[in-house]
């Protein structure tokens, strides 16, 4: 799911931006063509005047309607009239032989509608009702707006183009300066990692007044973690080496001659010394691991997996293996150089001391890092898959270890929240150790 703080302020910004513009486009020609509608009306209303004059003129006794205005005259000139008087029916000369289209019903005194005019042109037309002298008199005046809606139309066009370039230019410079706001967040986010891999000590605080508090708070708490972490540390080293001295004098008493007339107890102090001394282990590898977000020192799969692979065939050069490795590449994670050095050595080292002549290591990633290695040894019973991680265990006592290394392993898995599974390899018939981790 994409939480991203800038995707959602452009979203935002964007919607309310195209919603404002379309109301704008909209109120505007909306309010062109009210204003250029009423206009043509309010001459439709000054001829209507002119000729309501002239049809109660005493002196019109001829039955005929002449205006002032030439433009009735002329045949088809798109502004024509019609007068309703006595049941009598008076058109203007422009209509010739021809008559309005209107509704015959009036429901107001006056009344607006559009209709079509002889030659097809839309026509806006007046209707209006007088009573002179108790006799009804009804007016219809109409113009064609074949011009006007041209007008209106080419000026619908160049609006709309000019309103879309605008909108095109204030979204661009709005987003611009929306990166240019969030770049301090950007920045952060790359001082975090470089505070991660122990690059730098702390944030800067030179940031806008909205980010220094947190920036503040943040520096607080590492400062706070490393002294504790340091403390415990310290703490834990100290007593695993305070530790030691007695531990020798435990191991030498355990090798007495004088013990071997008490071979039970002889047996009892062994035992316990060597437990002892694999508990002080186990916490110096705690301490270890507990420190290790002071660590600047990143693994790098392409050249330590190489160095760790060298190191081995040295260990082991009393054999011939061939390791077969296949690694993804732009491998991202971050995880601590010790830390995997100590995982990846303890499981390669199995996987030396028992594999004939073939180590495979395959390396992948997606949300998660995946390791897995398998060997060409004699394998393990099913039945021991389970118990193969518990230190001290060792399923074969003629190879050399003290059974602490898959439980250090397990140590650091636990440490970044990682998983392991033990198998046999399908490929080669020897154990599958399967790794995940984590992104980091």
Do not use: C
């Amino acid at each position: 799911m994409n939480n991203s703080l800038q995707k959602k302020l452009a979203t935002g910004l964007l919607v309310r931006l195209i919603s404002a513009f379309i109301i704008i486009w909209i109120l505007v020609n909306s309010s062109v063509s009210y204003l250029t509608y009423d206009y043509v009306y309010t001459r439709l209303a000054h001829d209507t005047e002119t000729i309501l004059a002239v049809v109660t003129n005493k002196n019109n006794t001829s039955g005929e309607i002449n205006t002032s205005s030439g433009i009735y005259q002329q045949p088809f000139s798109g502004h024509y009239f019609e007068v309703i008087q006595n049941d009598k029916q008076l058109r203007s000369r422009s209509l010739w032989d021809q008559t309005l289209s209107y509704p015959k019903a009036f429901p107001a005194i006056e009344n607006r509608f559009k209709g079509i005019g002889p030659m097809k042109q839309p026509l806006l037309l007046l209707a209006s009702k007088y009573t002179h002298k108790g006799k009804s008199i009804t007016i219809i005046v109409a113009e064609d707006i074949s011009s006007v809606e041209t007008a209106m139309s080419n000026f619908n066009k160049k609006f709309t183009l000019a309103v879309v370039i605008i909108l095109i230019i204030i979204i661009f410079l709005q987003i611009k300066s929306l990166q240019k706001s969030l770049k301090p967040l950007t920045t952060l986010q790359k001082d975090l990692v470089s505070l991660e891999t122990g690059k730098i000590s702390s944030l800067k605080t030179n940031v806008p007044a909205e980010l220094a508090p947190l920036v503040k708070e943040i520096n607080h708490l590492h400062q706070a973690l490393a002294a504790k972490i340091s403390q415990h540390r310290n703490a834990l080293s100290d007593l695993a080496h305070a530790l030691k001295k007695p531990l020798t004098v435990l191991q030498q008493l355990s090798q007495d001659k004088n013990l071997d007339n008490l071979p039970a107890v002889k047996t009892v102090l062994i035992k316990q010394t060597k437990n002892t001394q694999q508990l002080t282990q186990r916490i110096l590898n705690k301490a270890r691991l507990a420190g290790s977000l002071e660590s600047g020192s990143r693994f790098n799969f392409d050249s330590d997996i190489n160095e760790l692979i060298d190191t081995l065939n040295s260990m082991h050069h009393s054999k011939e293996i061939n390791v077969a490795i296949t690694m993804e590449q732009q491998i991202q994670f971050l995880f601590d150089r010790e830390d995997m050095l100590e995982l990846l050595g303890n499981i390669l080292d199995n996987a030396f001391k028992w594999g004939k002549n073939t180590v495979a290591i395959n390396i992948s990633h997606s949300k998660a890092l995946k390791i897995i290695i398998e060997d060409d040894g004699v394998g393990i019973p099913l039945e021991k898959v389970n118990t193969i991680a518990k230190r001290g265990v060792r399923l074969d006592e003629s190879v050399e270890g003290h059974g602490l290394g898959l439980g250090i392993v397990n140590d650091i898995i636990d440490h970044y929240n990682g998983s392991i599974s033990y198998g046999l390899s399908e490929n080669f018939g020897g154990l599958k150790v399967i790794i995940e981790l984590p992104a980091r």
